[in-house]
């Protein structure tokens, strides 16, 4: 920002005010949640915020190396709206555009609002807000209901299903002393297939659990670390692993147990869509996301959703006829599979009070967790 003197001030007094000023500036505009930069009439990038740091997946010092037209699709409308906004020196908006490209991958779809520059001339400010996020927190709506579906349902089955099963195989197992052994591999099968209804049914039962669980502070990369050692002993020990941690991210306020399972069980979803390729890489990262909040399940008020973590495969990608409800019950590209990992996954977050979301594209798949974190008070753990 540059200095200008008044006749009541001197030059120095000046400097100092405007460094002030320059450097609330930058923290509110680090404290936003949508990408903010500063571009020059040539085109160059002066000055971006955290977010658009984020956003564009490249740090500020590089990201003033070179010009928007390098970061955006080519003939994308946000040059347009640029030059139009220098022409008339008012400022413009455009819905639903697209930023999307190799790097970034697709459908990057961005809100635009573009306005000259404070006492510049030859420059923009730009403000992109994603509009996948409002999408996200719709969305959110629907897994909860599909899973308060499912708790219903299990809660059913456990009652009708499992006594009268248990009649049907005792006497299955009565039938079996009594026939020859060409009938006898019939009530083996008949057994057989008793105990995997039970066993689909076990697994339902945990939507169904509505009692509050023990939650305590937990470090969610001694979680991470846990499930890549399980994962990396079994199912994926043919896939390399790659991790991106914030060190210093609080911890949150869960179930370890849990968290386990919901991390395990992503992990290994995205081990079987790598199946048996050369090159399956998973990659588990965290960060501190500032700017998201929800209300949800048991709060009166909206809560912060900073803690973010994430899991990325290479893998080929979900089919788009599912991606809208992938984390509904019983929805699987598996042959054998039941549909209810994911679903269970989407419970489990949600009565974490955080929320659960996923991205697919070939070779880019990633399940993005968001959640509140740990505050100790009066002895008490409790979610900020």
Known sequence: MTAHTTP????????????????NAIQVLNGLPHPVLAIRADGTVVDVNSAAESFF????????????????PFGSPL???????????????????DLGNPRLGPDRIVDIHVAP??????????LLQERTIADKMDRQLTHRGAARSVSALAAMLAHE?????????GAAQL????????????????CD?????????????AFSDMRPTERESVNIHAVLDHVKRVAQAGFARHIRFQESYDPSLPHVLGNRDQLVQVFLNLVKNAAESLGDAIDGEIELTTAFRPGVRLKTAGSSHPVSLPLEFCVRDNGPGIPPEIAAV???????????????????????????????????????????????????????????
Not at 175 to 190: F, S, W
Not at 193 to 205: A, Y
Request: neutral net charge.
């Open 326 to 384: 992938l984390f509904d019950p019983f929805v699987t590209t598996k042959v054998s599979g039941t549909g209810l990992g994911l679903a269970l996954v989407a419970k489990i977050v949600g009565d974490h009070g955080g929320i659960v979301e996923c991205e697919s594209h070939p070779r880019r798949t990633a399940f993005r967790i968001l959640m509140p974190m740990y505050a100790a008070r009066d002895g008490r753990g409790s979610q900020v």
């Open 8 to 23: 009541w001030t001197d030059g120095s007094e000046t400097a100092r005010s405007d460094l002030s000023l320059a450097a």
């Open 117 to 126: 520059m404070p006492e510049a001339r030859d420059g923009v400010v730009i």
């Open 161 to 169: 299903i499992k006594n009268p099963l248990s009649g049907i195989r």
């Open 175 to 190: 039938l079996e002393t009594a026939v020859g052994d060409e009938d006898r591999a019939l009530t083996r099968l008949i």
């Open 79 to 97: 040059l347009a709206l640029i030059e139009q906004v220098l022409d008339r020196g008012s400022a413009v908006k455009e819905y639903r555009v």
């Open 57 to 72: 997946e490249m740090g500020r010092a590089m990201m003033t190396r070179h010009k928007l037209a390098d970061l955006v």
């Open 193 to 205: 297939e008793t105990d995997r209804i039970v066993k689909l049914v076990d697994r339902m039962e």
